[in-house]
T-cell receptor
Framework: GAVVSQHPSRVICKSGTSVKIECRSL??????MFWYRQFPKQSLMLMAT?????????EQGVEKDKFLINHASLTLSTLTVTSAHPEDSSFYIC???????????FGPGTRLTVL | GQNIDQPTEMTATEGAIVQINCTYQ??????LFWYQQHAGEAPTFLSY??LDGLEEKGRFSSFLSRSKGYSYLLLKELQMKDSASYLC??????????WGAGTKLIIKP
């Protein structure tokens, strides 16, 4: 099956620093990728839809200046959490929708801890 | 509005069968997904239904009725490792996934 990778898998950073998370589709092209956030014991929350070559579409309540998304190619999207604070600590998951059949594949997730 | 409903928690016995139901209301419909999620991990894809009927994959089967806005995930010969949350998600007309809150399945020996 199709594989989506995320890097890093875990990151611990100090408050005020920025963290970049990469999402790659390894064996398929994905014009559209999605970034989710999951708080403990809650469902996944869609943060934004990332489209290759254009600006990301953010969900209501998600600060676009804080969560910068860049979809640089058909296989790579990055999420940068700028000026991270402890409340940004969460599990961030990306998914990629395959251009060939619209099936969606998830990355393994990145656990961010902000001290 | 768009909405997905599934039970919060279910308990079943090892070796038995369990059915997890999901009802959905979305703006347009492009398929219904089931995912398995173990604690602390990203969801794993289980099934995708876009046509009415039953799709079987080994011990797991998924059913869809578009006219009723209803799906279920059937797990047979339950194993302890099947203890996880099972997420139902419907894809709307914009190809975005609308997620349910998940059903926590507890398997007892």
């Amino acid at each position: 099956g199709a594989v989506v990778s995320q890097h890093p898998s875990r990151v611990i950073c100090k408050s005020g620093t920025s963290v970049k998370i990469e999402c790659r589709s390894l064996d398929f092209q994905a014009t559209t990728m999605f970034w989710y956030r999951q708080f403990p014991k809650q469902s996944l929350m869609l943060m934004a839809t990332s489209n290759e070559g254009s600006k990301a579409t953010y969900e209501q309540g998600v600060e676009k200046d804080k969560f910068l998304i860049n979809h640089a190619s058909l296989t790579l999207s990055t999420l940068t959490v700028t000026s991270a604070h402890p409340e940004d600590s969460s599990f961030y998951i990306c998914s990629a929708r395959a251009d060939r059949d619209n099936e969606q594949f998830f990355g393994p997730g990145t656990r961010l801890t902000v001290l | 509005g768009q909405n997905i409903d599934q039970p919060t928690e279910m308990t079943a016995t090892e070796g038995a069968i369990v059915q997890i139901n999901c009802t959905y209301q979305t703006s347009g419909f492009n398929g219904l997904f089931w995912y398995q999620q173990h604690a602390g991990e990203a969801p794993t894809f289980l099934s995708y239904n876009v046509l009415d009927g039953l799709e079987e994959k080994g011990r797991f089967s998924s059913f869809l009725s578009r006219s009723k806005g209803y799906s279920y995930l059937l797990l047979k010969e339950l194993q302890m490792k099947d203890s996880a949350s099972y997420l139902c998600a419907a894809m709307d007309s914009n190809y975005q996934l609308i997620w349910g809150a998940g059903t926590k399945l507890i398997i007892k020996p």
